[in-house]
C-alpha cells in the first residue's frame, strides 16, 4: 500500500488529523484534571463574574437570606453563618485555605472561624479561626510566653519568664496568682487541650438516674472515681420524621474513644404532625448499656449523637458528677431548674407553647418569638454559679459553659473557652490559643489555615465548608458585614506514583 | 469585503464542515465526561456556552450544504 506524504492528503484529512490530536491532547488534560498526578493541585474562588464563568469548584454559598446579592465584586455575609461546597475530582489528606477578606464588624462580632464538616452521623464542623481581635488586642496589652506562630500564650502579669516554666505549673495543675488552678484563671481558644481534669481529694460520687427527658444531641462530661463505672440510656422516637434514625453513643477517655453503640428508631407509617410539649408521643426504640473498670479516677466525655426526632428519655449513671456542655434542650420539663457557670446564654424555641418568661438568678426574659434566639446575661457578677428557671418546656439552651441538673452536682470539666463575650477585665490571667492573626495586605486581611481532610465527609465529591461570625445577625440597614474578595484552596494527597506503587504492593 | 472566490469557499466549507464533526464529538465527550466524572467538566467550563457554539457552526454548516 502506498502511504502518500502528508502534504499531499486532502484537506478534511489533515483537518480531522489536527483535530484528532486536539481532542487528545483535551482528553489528557481531563485525565489529570481528575487524577491530579502530582497528588497537589490549588483552586480559587473569586467574585469578578462574567458571562463566560463556569461553575467553579467553591460553589452553593447559602443560605442566600445571609448574603447580600447587591454586591458583586465579592461575597457579603450580613449573617451568619453560611455554608459552601468545595468540589474536588478526587479525594485528599490536608487543604490549606486562604481567604483574602476585609471586616465590617461590630465590637460585639471580634472572631470569625472557618469549619469543615466532619465524617459520621449529624457530623459536626471542625472550626478553626480566621481572626479573634480579642486576642489580637490582648498580644499588646498582656505579657506573651509563648509566640511561635502556632501557639500562643499570655499572661496578664509578667510572671512567667519561658514557655517550659509555665508547661511544667500547667502540667502538675497549679499556676501563679491562680487560688483555684487552671480551672479558674486559663482560657483556652483553639487550643489543643491537653488539659486533664483533677477531682478534689475524698471526692464522693453516688449513682445518679436523670429522668428529665432531652431532645437530639447532647454533650456531657462524667467523672469516675476509681472502680466500676456504668451508663445506661433509654430512648423514644418521637417518629415526626419520616426514615429511620439512628442513635450513637460515644464515650471517650483522654480523648480516646473507648466505647461506641447503635440504636435504630423507627420508620412507622403514621407520623406524628407536631411535637406535643405535655404528652409524652411516640414509641420506645430501646436501651443502650455500658460499663467499664476505671483504673484510677478520670473525666469521661459523652456524645449522644441523634436527630430531633429522638428524645433521651432516662440517663443513669454511676457518677452524679456529671454536666451537660455546650447544648441542653429539655422536654416536658415545666418549671425546671438548672445551674450553670457561664455568664451568657441563648435560647430558643420552635413550638409557640413554649413561649415564656425565663428567669436567670433575678433576671426575667420573656421568649415571645419561635425560631429566634434570645440573649440572657447574667447580670450577678459575684456569683459563681447561676440559676436558669424555665417555665415553659420545650427551651433550646446553648451556652459556652456547662449545666448541671438538681440531681448531679456541678463542675466545671474544662478550662473556659473564649467566645465573643470574653472581657479582658475578667477573671482570666492566662490564654492559652493556637492561632495567628491575619496579614494585613493593602486594603484586605489575609488569613491562612490547614485541615486534615481524611476525616472529612465526602460526599459526591464535595467537601461542606461554614463560614461562622458569632453574633452576626440580620439587621436593617445591614451595616455589620464580612466582605470575602478570594477563597484559595491548596490541596495536597497522594500522587499518582505513590498510589500505583501501593496497588503494586498490595 | 473582499468576496472570496471559488476555491477559498470551498476550503472554508471543508473547514467549517470538519470542525463541525469535531465539535459534535467535543460536546457529546463532555457532557457524557460530566455526568461520568460528577461534575468535573462543568466546573472548569461553561457547557452552554460550548452547546451554543456548536448550534452556530451546524447552522452555518447547514446553510453551506443548501448553497450547493
Same mark, same amino acid.
Request: a positive charge; charged letters at 25%; hydrophobic letters at 40%.
Given at each position: =500500500?502506498?502511504?502518500?506524504?502528508?502534504?499531499?492528503?486532502?484537506?478534511?484529512?489533515?483537518?480531522?488529523?489536527?483535530?484528532?490530536?486536539?481532542?487528545l491532547?483535551?482528553?489528557?488534560?481531563i485525565?489529570?484534571?481528575?487524577v491530579?498526578?502530582?497528588?497537589?493541585?490549588?483552586?480559587?474562588?473569586?467574585?469578578?463574574?462574567?458571562?463566560?464563568?463556569a461553575?467553579?469548584?467553591?460553589?452553593?454559598?447559602?443560605?442566600?437570606?445571609?448574603?447580600?446579592?447587591?454586591?458583586?465584586?465579592?461575597?457579603?455575609?450580613?449573617? $451568619?453563618?453560611?455554608?459552601?461546597?468545595?468540589?474536588?475530582?478526587?479525594?485528599?489528606s490536608?487543604?490549606?485555605?486562604?481567604?483574602?477578606?476585609?471586616d465590617?464588624?461590630?465590637?460585639?462580632?471580634?472572631?470569625?472561624?472557618?469549619?469543615?464538616?466532619?465524617?459520621?452521623?449529624?457530623?459536626?464542623?471542625?472550626?478553626k479561626?480566621?481572626?479573634?481581635?480579642?486576642?489580637?488586642?490582648?498580644?499588646?496589652?498582656?505579657?506573651?510566653?509563648?509566640?511561635?506562630g $502556632?501557639?500562643?500564650i499570655?499572661?496578664?502579669?509578667k510572671?512567667?519568664?519561658?514557655g517550659l516554666?509555665f508547661?511544667? *505549673?500547667?502540667?502538675?495543675?497549679?499556676?501563679?496568682n491562680?487560688?483555684?488552678?487552671p480551672l479558674?484563671?486559663?482560657?483556652?481558644?483553639?487550643?489543643?487541650?491537653?488539659?486533664?481534669?483533677q477531682?478534689?481529694?475524698?471526692?464522693?460520687?453516688?449513682s !445518679?438516674?436523670?429522668?428529665?427527658a432531652?431532645?437530639?444531641?447532647?454533650?456531657?462530661?462524667?467523672?469516675?472515681?476509681?472502680g466500676?463505672?456504668?451508663?445506661?440510656?433509654d430512648?423514644?422516637?418521637?417518629?415526626? +420524621? %419520616?426514615?429511620?434514625?439512628?442513635?450513637?453513643?460515644?464515650?471517650?477517655?483522654?480523648?480516646?474513644?473507648?466505647?461506641?453503640?447503635?440504636?435504630?428508631?423507627?420508620?412507622l407509617?403514621?407520623?406524628?404532625?407536631?411535637?406535643?410539649?405535655?404528652?409524652?408521643?411516640?414509641?420506645?426504640?430501646?436501651?443502650?448499656?455500658? %460499663?467499664g473498670?476505671?483504673?484510677?479516677?478520670?473525666?469521661?466525655?459523652? $456524645?449522644?449523637?441523634?436527630?430531633?426526632?429522638?428524645?433521651?428519655?432516662?440517663?443513669?449513671?454511676?457518677?452524679?458528677?456529671?454536666?451537660?456542655?455546650?447544648?441542653?434542650?429539655?422536654?416536658?420539663?415545666?418549671?425546671?431548674?438548672?445551674?450553670?457557670?457561664?455568664?451568657?446564654?441563648?435560647?430558643?424555641?420552635? $413550638?409557640?407553647?413554649?413561649?415564656?418568661?425565663?428567669?436567670?438568678?433575678?433576671?426575667?426574659?420573656?421568649? *415571645?418569638?419561635?425560631?429566634? /434566639?434570645?440573649?440572657?446575661?447574667?447580670?450577678?457578677?459575684?456569683?459563681?454559679l447561676?440559676?436558669?428557671?424555665?417555665?415553659?418546656?420545650?427551651?433550646?439552651?446553648?451556652?459556652?459553659?456547662?449545666?448541671a441538673?438538681?440531681?448531679?452536682?456541678?463542675?466545671?470539666?474544662?478550662?473556659?473557652?473564649?467566645d465573643?463575650?470574653?472581657?479582658?477585665?475578667?477573671?482570666?490571667?492566662?490564654?492559652?490559643?493556637?492561632?495567628? /492573626?491575619?496579614?494585613?495586605?493593602?486594603?484586605?486581611? #489575609?488569613a491562612?489555615? @490547614?485541615?486534615?481532610?481524611?476525616?472529612?465527609?465526602? +460526599?459526591?465529591?464535595?467537601?461542606?465548608?461554614?463560614? /461562622?461570625v458569632?453574633?452576626?445577625?440580620?439587621? @436593617?440597614?445591614?451595616?455589620?458585614?464580612?466582605?470575602?474578595?478570594e477563597?484559595?484552596?491548596?490541596?495536597?494527597?497522594?500522587?499518582?506514583?505513590?498510589?500505583i506503587?501501593?496497588?503494586?504492593?498490595? | =469585503?473582499?468576496?472570496?472566490?471559488?476555491?477559498?469557499?470551498?476550503?472554508?466549507k471543508?473547514? #467549517?464542515?470538519?470542525?463541525?464533526?469535531f465539535?459534535?464529538?467535543?460536546?457529546?465527550?463532555?457532557?457524557?465526561?460530566?455526568? !461520568?466524572?460528577?461534575?468535573?467538566?462543568?466546573?472548569?467550563? +461553561?457547557?452552554?456556552?460550548?452547546?451554543l457554539?456548536?448550534?452556530?457552526?451546524?447552522?452555518? *454548516?447547514l446553510?453551506?450544504?443548501?448553497?450547493?
Open positions: =500500500m502506498k502511504i502518500t506524504k502528508f502534504k499531499n492528503w486532502p484537506l478534511n484529512l489533515k483537518l480531522r488529523l489536527v483535530f484528532g490530536v486536539f481532542l491532547v483535551i482528553l489528557v488534560l485525565f489529570c484534571l481528575k491530579v498526578p502530582s497528588g497537589k493541585a490549588s483552586y480559587k474562588k473569586t467574585w469578578t463574574n462574567n458571562f463566560f464563568s461553575r467553579g469548584t467553591m460553589l452553593d454559598f447559602r443560605p442566600g437570606i445571609r448574603l447580600d446579592s447587591k454586591a458583586k465584586s465579592y461575597l457579603k455575609i450580613i449573617a $451568619e453563618p453560611v455554608y459552601f461546597n468545595f468540589y474536588t475530582p478526587r479525594s485528599f490536608k487543604a490549606k485555605i486562604t481567604i483574602k477578606y476585609f465590617n464588624l461590630a465590637e460585639a462580632t471580634p472572631i470569625i472561624e472557618l469549619g469543615l464538616l466532619k465524617g459520621g452521623l449529624n457530623g459536626n464542623y471542625e472550626l479561626p480566621l481572626q479573634n481581635k480579642i486576642i489580637d488586642d490582648l498580644k499588646f496589652s498582656w505579657d506573651r510566653i509563648v509566640d511561635d $502556632e501557639t500562643l499570655l499572661q496578664r502579669e510572671i512567667y519568664n519561658n516554666e508547661s511544667a *505549673d500547667f502540667s502538675e495543675g497549679r499556676l501563679e491562680c487560688v483555684g488552678g479558674s484563671c486559663a482560657v483556652f481558644y483553639n487550643y489543643n487541650n491537653d488539659y486533664k481534669y477531682a478534689p481529694a475524698n471526692n464522693l460520687t453516688r !445518679v438516674k436523670i429522668n428529665q432531652l431532645r437530639g444531641e447532647h454533650q456531657f462530661f462524667n467523672y469516675f472515681n476509681q466500676k463505672w456504668f451508663l445506661n440510656f430512648f423514644r422516637d418521637l417518629n415526626l +420524621n %419520616s426514615g429511620q434514625e439512628i442513635v450513637k453513643v460515644n464515650i471517650y477517655l483522654d480523648n480516646n474513644l473507648i466505647a461506641s453503640q447503635n440504636l435504630t428508631g423507627l420508620d407509617a403514621t407520623r406524628n404532625d407536631s411535637f406535643d410539649n405535655e404528652n409524652r408521643q411516640g414509641t420506645s426504640i430501646g436501651e443502650l448499656r455500658f %460499663s473498670l476505671a483504673e484510677k479516677g478520670a473525666l469521661y466525655k459523652v $456524645e449522644i449523637k441523634a436527630g430531633n426526632d429522638i428524645i433521651i428519655e432516662s440517663i443513669e449513671s454511676s457518677s452524679d458528677q456529671l454536666v451537660f456542655a455546650n447544648k441542653f434542650w429539655p422536654v416536658y420539663s415545666e418549671g425546671l431548674k438548672i445551674s450553670t457557670e457561664a455568664k451568657f446564654l441563648s435560647v430558643k424555641t420552635f $413550638e409557640t407553647e413554649s413561649l415564656g418568661s425565663i428567669f436567670l438568678n433575678e433576671g426575667k426574659f420573656e421568649l *415571645d418569638k419561635t425560631y429566634s /434566639s434570645l440573649l440572657l446575661e447574667a447580670k450577678d457578677e459575684e456569683k459563681y447561676n440559676e436558669l428557671k424555665l417555665e415553659k418546656s420545650g427551651v433550646l439552651i446553648e451556652l459556652n459553659g456547662f449545666i441538673l438538681p440531681d448531679t452536682k456541678f463542675f466545671k470539666a474544662l478550662p473556659e473557652k473564649m465573643r463575650f470574653f472581657s479582658a477585665s475578667g477573671s482570666a490571667s492566662y490564654l492559652l490559643s493556637n492561632y495567628k /492573626s491575619p496579614k494585613k495586605e493593602k486594603n484586605y486581611k #489575609v491562612s489555615l @490547614e485541615f486534615d481532610l481524611n476525616s472529612a465527609y465526602l +460526599n459526591n465529591n464535595y467537601y461542606s465548608f461554614v463560614i /461562622s458569632p453574633g452576626l445577625e440580620l439587621t @436593617e440597614g445591614g451595616e455589620n458585614y464580612l466582605g470575602i474578595k477563597i484559595k484552596i491548596e490541596v495536597e494527597g497522594r500522587s499518582l506514583g505513590e498510589k506503587i501501593s496497588f503494586i504492593k498490595k | =469585503m473582499k468576496k472570496l472566490n471559488e476555491k477559498q469557499k470551498e476550503i472554508l471543508i473547514f #467549517v464542515r470538519e470542525f463541525f464533526y465539535l459534535s464529538i467535543l460536546v457529546a465527550a463532555f457532557f457524557i465526561l460530566d455526568i !461520568v466524572l460528577k461534575g468535573l467538566i462543568s466546573a472548569y467550563l +461553561n457547557l452552554n456556552l460550548l452547546f457554539l456548536w448550534l452556530i457552526i451546524a447552522l452555518i *454548516d446553510r453551506f450544504k443548501a448553497k450547493k
